[in-house]
């Protein structure tokens, strides 16, 4: 089934404790990003990557490291969290070929900061 | 710049019509539309690019008008299965960067 996975999909954690979520897809698809989703702000775009080793911010990209060393994996790194990190985030994917293509969203990642 | 998109939120009644505008400040090469039930993740409806109009669904189309960087989806004779919150998304010429709006929460009653 073509599908992309996040994990974990609930996380509570403290204050600078370093935490990773994956996020990886099968559809060998070469344009993938991080959104992070607010209420009332929408999804905001953290990084994407246009395909492999190559990354670019987004918006929101303080506080956030990604990399992209294989083309079905594209990990979201928060070094040091803090409570205004607490926030619903989305991976997606899609098939690039030039252009912004139809984004396959992961199932949210809900991270809470304390 | 997040593209700007109205109303906020409208309650339709079953059957009917509804339009969503979503409007940017920069040239843009594509506008996408994306649905979102509660709890769920943004699910894709369309895109448009310039120069092209595509529609993705037989009773919900969009349009894109370049010149004036907006783009409108169209919901026909509503269903309650309609109902959730619509996001709009650019692309900016030359740009690869994706950049939703915040949202416009639709809720049909039957």
């Known amino acids: 089934e073509a599908q992309v996975t996040q994990n974990p999909r609930y996380l509570i954690t403290v204050t600078g404790k370093k935490l990773t979520v994956t996020c990886s897809q099968n559809m060998n698809h070469e344009y993938m990003s991080w959104y992070r989703q607010d209420p009332g702000l929408g999804l905001r775009q953290i990084y994407y990557s246009m395909n492999v080793e190559v990354t670019d911010k987004g918006d929101v990209p303080e506080g956030y490291k990604v990399s992209r060393k294989e083309k079905r994996n594209f990990p979201l790194i928060l070094e040091s969290p803090s409570p205004n990190q607490t926030s619903l985030y989305f991976c997606?994917?899609?098939?690039?070929?030039?252009?912004?293509?139809?984004?396959?969203f992961g199932p949210g990642t809900r991270l809470t900061v304390l | 710049q997040q593209p700007v998109q109205s109303p906020q939120a409208v309650i339709l009644r079953e059957g009917e019509d509804a339009v969503i505008n979503c409007s940017s400040s920069k040239a843009l090469y594509s506008v996408h539309w994306y649905r979102q039930k509660h709890g769920e993740a943004p699910v894709f409806l369309m895109i448009?690019?310039?120069?092209?109009e595509q529609k993705g669904h037989e009773k919900i189309s969009a349009s894109f008008n370049e010149k004036k960087q907006q783009s409108s989806l169209y919901l026909t004779a509503s269903q309650l299965s309609y109902s959730g919150t619509y996001f709009c998304g650019t692309v900016g010429a030359g740009s690869y960067q994706l950049t939703f709006g915040k949202g416009t929460k639709l809720s049909v009653i039957p």
């Open positions: 997606a994917s899609s098939l690039s070929r030039g252009a912004v293509g139809t984004q396959y």
């Open positions: 448009l690019l310039k120069g092209g």
